[in-house]
């Protein structure tokens, strides 16, 4: 059997406790937080061999999207100003924008997929993905593809 990984997306809230806390030692890892694996492993609650057994296969969806192209699908209602205010979000945390697509709107509402390239942005995917889902105007957002 060849040894070709499968990669699935997983709500954080269905893994493991020990992948969640790899995840945080990493991270206080690369933000400098801690300098040491034994430091990171300590400050999270789990054995120096359980990061190392699995620090190489778990990796947050942000880190995996970054320098990627990413599809956005947003239902919008059909109101002025609501995809300039979208836009202005793709704007704000330095996403690249490279298209934009809209239905003719009905019932009240258009549905928009925009693509960007995120290798500059500011905040995490998940954090970017709250913005717009609070930006008035916006009945859904969610990543389509990426």
């Not at 806390?21 to 694996?37: S, Y």
């Not at 430091?39 to 054995?47: K, N, P």
């Not at 320098?67 to 945390?93: K, N, Y």
């Not at 995120?118 to 905040?123: A, D, Q």
């Amino acid at each position: 059997m060849a040894n070709n990984p499968k990669y699935y997306i997983i709500e954080s809230g269905a893994l493991p406790d020990v992948f969640l806390k790899v995840a945080e030692a990493k991270r206080l890892l690369e933000t400098g937080e801690v300098t040491t694996v034994n430091e990171a492993t300590r400050r999270t609650g789990i054995s120096r061999s359980a990061f190392y057994k699995y620090r190489d296969t778990i990796l947050p969806f942000q880190n995996m999207m970054t320098g990627r192209i990413i599809t956005f699908q947003l239902m919008l209602h059909d109101e002025p100003g609501v995809l300039s205010a979208i836009l202005a979000c793709f704007a704000r945390w330095h996403a690249n924008i490279l298209t934009i697509n809209q239905t003719i709107p009905t019932g009240g509402c258009a549905l928009v997929t925009i693509t960007a390239e995120t290798e500059e942005l500011k905040i995490a995917l998940e954090d970017l993905l709250a913005d717009l889902q609070t930006t008035g105007g916006v009945v859904r957002a969610e990543v389509l593809a990426g």
